[in-house]
């Protein structure tokens, strides 16, 4: 005779997947910050340059918290949320508040 499955547990979006994601997600999102932190340290006069560094942050900033709606969906505790995305649990409450979900 065979067990049957075992209920789903909060947070296991196969596994640790969406954590994962998250910090990619967050590792991206701070390389995009500091190419716009060199760019403005050291300016070419570029101002094309500037503003795609800004758009990839934008894009990256909008992965990130679309990561962070995903995580704390699937149940993961918000300290676990916080660590993975390289934030404070205080960022990820305003992340949550501030940001409406995704349509």
Do not use: C, F
């Not at 296991?12 to 998250?22: I, K």
């Not at 969906?73 to 205080?90: E, K, L, M, Q, S």
């Amino acid at each position: 005779m065979t067990a049957p499955p075992a209920a789903p547990q909060p947070g296991n979006r196969a596994g640790r997947g969406v954590l994962r994601e998250l910090e990619n997600a967050a590792a991206v999102k701070r390389a995009a910050r500091q190419r716009i932190a060199d760019a403005v340290a050291h300016p070419s006069g570029d101002t094309a340059e500037l503003a795609e560094h800004r758009a990839a942050h934008d894009i990256a900033t909008a992965r990130w918290v679309s990561l962070l709606r995903a995580a704390n969906h699937d149940g993961h505790p918000v300290a676990v949320i916080a660590r993975a995305a390289g934030v404070t649990a205080a960022s990820v409450h305003y992340r949550l508040a501030a940001t409406p979900p995704a349509v």
